[in-house]
């Protein structure tokens, strides 16, 4: 066996570990609003919260887009963008107004996405989001199948 192997052992392992970290994450549609409602959003806007992040993440929780043109990027489900909302880990300057730093919006738990993102709809509305501006000013399907109770039927 050549002396090599354990070397390629350990890349594989570490591609292997790496990968799972650095995985998309998409968020169920019901459970987001759920999530949502549980966070203080209100029933009658989840509709327009969803239609939002199909628009921006695809429900992915690792979106990141940095195709802005002053060099921006927006991070997570909502593309909370970082030179207002969140601090960069490179330096970049922003006004880090929800007081936290980008790579936490990437995360699988979606409190401090949801936070940061009901404070921007509180400090400028939805229209503070392109795809909200562009997809989701008329009427939206409803989110009542996603707080029905299952019932089984035994028979």
Do not use: H
């Not at 690792?62 to 927006?74: E, F, L």
């Not at 009427?139 to 199948?145: D, G, H, I, L, Q």
């Amino acid at each position: 066996m050549p002396k090599t192997w354990p070397i390629y052992l350990l890349l594989s392992l570490l591609f292997a570990f790496g990968t799972r970290t650095i995985k998309a994450r998409q968020v169920r549609k019901c459970s987001l609003a759920r999530q949502l409602y549980r966070n203080g959003v209100p029933y009658s806007e989840l509709a327009d919260w969803l239609c939002l992040v199909e628009g921006e993440s695809s429900f992915n929780t690792k979106a990141i887009n940095t195709a802005n043109v002053d060099n921006s990027v927006d991070w997570g489900l909502f593309q909370i963008n970082d030179r207002y909302w969140c601090k960069p880990s490179d330096g970049r300057p922003s006004t880090d107004l929800c007081r936290l730093p980008c790579r936490l919006l990437l995360s699988d738990d979606i409190r401090y996405s949801i936070a940061c993102a009901k404070y921007i709809r509180q400090q400028q509305g939805f229209s503070a989001w392109v795809a909200w501006n562009n997809r989701c000013q008329g009427p939206k399907r409803s989110v009542n199948r996603c707080f029905q109770r299952r019932r089984r039927y035994f028979g």
